[in-house]
């Protein structure tokens, strides 16, 4: 078989190209995962909008399955109030990193939720996640059911228990030094 050759008059719709637009830019590659969130000290949840995509009919039981898997619901409660950063969904989940990165590029592909990247006039990049019109209504029944609320329950819970257990093993460790 032969390599064919590239003829430069094509357009490249390789998954790395992106589109700028103004101070936005939507990710066509949803592979990282670690996201380059910038600058993470900033609290500055005000985000601009990306340009509307066009709604598309959510297949029920890809959306069914995604949401009986770990972090999904959590992440699509944490998306109802508006577009957020990989360490701001992180960072409110009892899950793994892998998991949210690996949710967040699944949402995404079915159609829950968009990624883009937004430049904000002081420099650098900050890639978004956002719920698409077509995941409201779920949005908006993960809200009736205080998921949001029941994840930071669970969050302290969890860091109540990791203390608990460090301060055991504290006690553990130095009744042994002791002997």
């Not at 029920?60 to 995604?66: C, L, Q, R």
């Not at 944490?78 to 949402?107: C, W």
């Not at 077509?134 to 205080?146: G, H, I, N, T």
């Amino acid at each position: 078989m032969e390599p064919q050759e590239k003829d430069n008059n094509m357009p490249n719709n390789s998954d790395d190209e992106r589109e700028t637009i103004g101070n936005l830019e939507e990710s066509s590659n949803s592979g990282s995962v670690y996201p380059d969130d910038g600058d993470m000290s900033v609290d500055d949840t005000s985000y601009a909008e990306p340009d509307e995509i066009p709604e598309r009919e959510l297949d029920t039981a890809k959306i069914s399955d995604f949401f009986e898997k770990k972090g999904a619901v959590e992440i699509l409660a944490h998306l109802a109030d508006g577009p957020k950063r990989f360490n701001e969904i992180d960072g409110a989940l009892v899950v793994s990193h892998g998991t949210v990165s690996s949710r967040l590029t699944e949402g995404a592909r079915i159609g829950l939720w968009k990624e883009y990247f937004y430049y904000p006039d002081d420099g650098g990049k900050i890639k978004l996640y956002q719920l698409n019109t077509e995941a409201e209504e779920f949005a908006e029944l993960a809200q009736k059911e205080d998921i949001v609320e029941t994840m930071k329950r669970k969050r302290q819970a969890t860091q109540q228990h990791d203390q608990a257990v460090s301060n055991f093993q504290e006690e553990i460790a130095s009744g042994d030094s002791e002997e």
